[in-house]
C-alpha cells in the first residue's frame, strides 16, 4: 500500500482472486469467530477450524508493482478458505496487492453516507507467529513456513475519503480525508535515548470516550482512533452489518470534530487526555444522549492464554444504528 501524501495507491488487483470474492455470499448461518486483543494491543480473531497458509516469500522488491505469480496462488488459496470459514466476512471485498508488506493481503469495499465515501480497509497478516501456529513445512530465510493456526491477526478499519480516482475503470487510488494537521509533538531524553512524542494515543481517547458512557473503559479497543491524519474507526465485527454499524458514528464524529481539530490539537500539545478538558467537555455536552452511548454495545473482558500472557476479550452486543 503505497501512501504518497493523502493517498493509499492500489499498486495490482488480481482477476482470479476478485472472482473468487465475488462468488462469496453472506450466509445465515455463518461459522462464529471470537474477537481479541493481545498486550500489544494487536487485534486477532479466533476461528473455529484452523487456516492453511502455504509457504510465501519474505522479500520482495517494493518497486515491483506486480507479484510472483506462485504468491498470488497462495494468497488465493487462502482466500478461497476465508470465503468457507468466514463467508460473512469476505462476501462483498475486493483484493489488491501491496508491495511494501506482502505478508498482509489488502482487501477493501466503499460505503457512501449521504455525500460522504468511506473505504473500509481490511489487511491479513500472515506472517508466522510461532507461539500460536503448528508449523506444517519448515521455511528458510528467503520463506516463510507452510503453516496451520486458528489465531488471524488482522488490521480492520473505516477510513473517511476526499476522493477515489479511477484509472479505465479501476480504482487506483483513494484520497484520504485529512483532518489532523500534524501529530507530532516534540522529543524527549538524550543521545541513543531520545525519542519522538506523539499525540496520536490521546486523539485515540478522545474521539473514542466522546462516544462511551462515563467511567465505561474498553481499553485497548478503540472505536474511533487516529492513524492516516484523520479519525478511522475500527471495525472489529467483521461482517457487512458491524461494519455498516460503526459508519453512523464515524460519519457523525467527523462532523462533529472538525470544526474543532485545530482546538483539540493545541489543547494536547500540552496536556495528556483528560475527560475534564474543557475543549472535550464542550463537545461531550454537545453531543444528544443517544450518541454518547453508541459504543456501549462493547464490552471487554481481560484473561490469560495458555502462555500466561494478558489478553482481552471483546464482547459486542449487536444494536441498530441510531
Not at 506462485?70 to 462483498?92: E, F, H, T, W
Not at 477510513?159 to 494537521?181: H, T
Request: with cysteine; proline share 7%.
Amino acid at each position: 500500500m503505497d501512501q504518497v501524501l493523502n493517498e493509499i495507491r492500489i499498486a495490482y488487483q488480481d482477476v482470479g482472486i476478485n472472482n473468487d470474492l465475488a462468488t462469496c455470499q453472506e450466509q445465515a448461518e455463518a461459522p462464529l469467530y471470537s474477537i481479541h486483543f493481545n498486550q500489544a494491543e494487536e487485534l486477532f480473531i479466533k476461528t473455529a477450524e484452523p487456516l492453511f497458509v502455504p509457504r510465501l516469500p519474505i522479500h520482495h522488491d517494493i518497486k515491483r508493482q506486480t507479484p510472483d505469480a506462485p504468491y498470488i496462488r497462495s494468497v488465493a488459496d487462502v482466500v478461497r478458505q476465508l470465503c468457507k470459514m468466514l463467508p460473512n466476512c469476505m462476501a462483498g471485498l475486493s483484493y489488491f496487492f501491496d508491495p511494501g508488506e506482502i505478508l498482509k493481503p489488502c482487501f477493501y469495499h466503499l460505503y457512501k453516507l449521504e455525500d460522504n465515501i468511506y473505504l473500509y480497509l481490511l489487511r491479513l497478516d500472515l506472517e508466522p507467529r510461532h507461539l500460536e501456529i503448528e508449523v506444517l513445512q519448515a521455511g528458510s530465510n528467503d520463506i516463510t513456513p507452510a503453516y496451520s493456526t486458528k489465531h488471524l491477526y488482522l488490521e480492520s478499519e473505516l477510513i473517511p475519503l476526499e476522493a477515489v480516482m479511477w484509472e479505465n475503470g479501476r480504482v487506483r487510488a483513494f484520497v484520504l480525508k485529512q483532518l489532523i494537521s500534524q501529530t507530532w509533538i516534540g522529543e524527549t531524553g538524550k543521545g541513543y535515548f531520545v525519542r519522538g512524542i506523539w499525540m496520536d494515543s490521546d486523539l485515540s481517547k478522545f474521539f473514542t470516550r466522546l462516544f462511551l458512557p462515563s467511567g465505561k473503559r474498553i481499553y485497548p479497543f478503540f472505536p474511533l482512533f487516529c492513524k492516516y491524519r484523520t479519525v478511522c474507526a475500527a471495525a472489529p465485527v467483521l461482517t457487512g452489518s458491524g461494519r455498516r454499524h460503526l459508519l453512523p458514528a464515524l460519519h457523525h464524529s467527523v462532523k462533529l470534530l472538525l470544526p474543532e481539530m485545530h482546538q483539540i490539537q493545541e489543547t494536547l500539545r500540552s496536556a495528556k487526555f483528560a475527560e475534564d478538558l474543557p475543549i472535550y467537555q464542550k463537545l461531550r455536552e454537545q453531543l444528544p444522549e443517544r450518541w454518547r452511548h453508541y459504543f456501549n454495545c462493547f464490552s471487554m473482558e481481560s484473561y490469560l492464554n495458555e502462555n500466561e500472557h494478558k489478553e482481552y476479550l471483546l464482547h459486542h452486543e449487536h444494536k441498530p444504528s441510531v
